[in-house]
């Protein structure tokens, strides 16, 4: 069993940075591909990125070049650092882990998920 805890949303303008951290517990964290996806009002959810156990990265093409992926296996936790933030980045982002292969699958499966943080990006 593996429980996922999100932290770092919040209120930024346009522009700005947020660093999303999401903390795992369990002994089998880096065996999990690791992922982050969103959902904004009213939208399905969505994949941004995702981090397999050797550190190989996929971003959607919506973020890519402002939102990047890291994990650090000795603390259990896998961020997303977001730059350059937009309106509609606005959205509940959750933690995902599973395979790298499900997680970046349509629709995306994960084994285990978190529940969300809210980042509100304000124009």
């Known amino acids: 069993q593996v429980q996922l805890v999100e932290s770092g949303g919040g209120l930024v303008q346009a522009g700005g940075s947020l660093r999303l951290s999401c903390t795992a517990s369990?002994?089998?964290?880096?065996?999990?591909?690791m992922g982050w996806f969103r959902q904004a009002p009213g939208k399905e959810r969505e994949f941004v990125a995702a981090?397999?156990?050797?550190?190989?990265?996929n971003t959607a093409d919506s973020v890519k070049g402002r939102f990047t992926i890291s994990r650090d296996n000795a603390k259990n936790t896998v961020s997303l650092q977001m730059n350059s933030l937009k309106p509609e980045d606005t959205a509940v982002y959750f933690c995902?882990?599973?395979?790298?292969?499900?997680?970046?699958?349509?629709?995306?499966?994960?084994?285990?998920w978190g529940q969300g943080t809210q980042v509100t990006v304000s124009s």
């Open positions: 981090i397999n156990r050797f550190g190989s990265t």
């Open positions: 369990g002994r089998a964290f880096s065996s999990y591909a």
């Open positions: 995902a882990a599973g395979t790298m292969v499900r997680l970046t699958a349509t629709p995306a499966r994960a084994d285990y």
